[in-house]
């Protein structure tokens, strides 16, 4: 008899924010690309951390607002954020990554709700961020017409 599993989507309780105190979630983003994971090895952070308090239930949509506060060029819209959780592996000194979610500067996506609590996410993991610029079209000048030079004039 083959098993049957069943996906039933739980429901989060919202998190009462005046009276749960917040997780510290160390956030690191790149531009362009996420971060090696050979940068998180035996207590080693890359170097370009922001540090965030926040809850479980917070979700990738916030997070976005706030790496956008205090990171200018991720303002534009058109950017997208690709979140990727940096777990460590237990009984070892090395680190997973695992893709949660991609949202997108000034537009909707379907990860927008995702919160913390709905992936893997536990209180000690870190985020990855790629922080990828819209690519903008750059219209080349009108090619220089030469025209023929003119003789000097004489008399």
């Known amino acids: 008899m083959a098993a049957v599993e069943s996906l ?6 919202p998190v009462n924010r005046e009276k749960t105190c917040p997780l ?16 998180y090895y035996r207590g080693a952070v890359p170097g370009n951390e922001l540090q965030i308090y926040t809850w479980m239930d917070a979700t990738l949509r ?5 790496i956008k506060e205090v990171n200018i060029e991720s303002r534009v819209r058109g ?4 979140f990727v959780l940096v777990s460590p592996e237990y009984n070892c000194s090395r680190f997973n990554a695992f893709e949660i979610g991609l949202t997108v500067a000034g537009n909707r996506s ?3 709700s995702k919160t913390l609590g709905n992936t893997r996410f536990t209180i000690g993991d870190y985020l990855d961020v790629c ?25």
């Not at 039933?8 to 309780?13: A, Q, S």
């Not at 510290?24 to 940068?39: D, G, I, P, Y």
């Open 8 to 13: 039933v989507k739980v429901e989060e309780k």
């Open 24 to 39: 510290l979630l160390r956030v690191f983003c790149a531009m362009k690309h996420h971060n090696n994971l050979s940068e």
């Open 62 to 66: 916030e997070l976005t607002g706030l």
């Open 79 to 82: 950017t997208t954020f690709d």
């Open 110 to 112: 379907p990860d927008d």
């Open 131 to 155: 922080i990828t610029p819209p690519v903008r079209f750059v219209r080349r000048p009108a090619p220089m017409r030469y025209l023929k030079k003119k003789k000097p004039f004489s008399h």
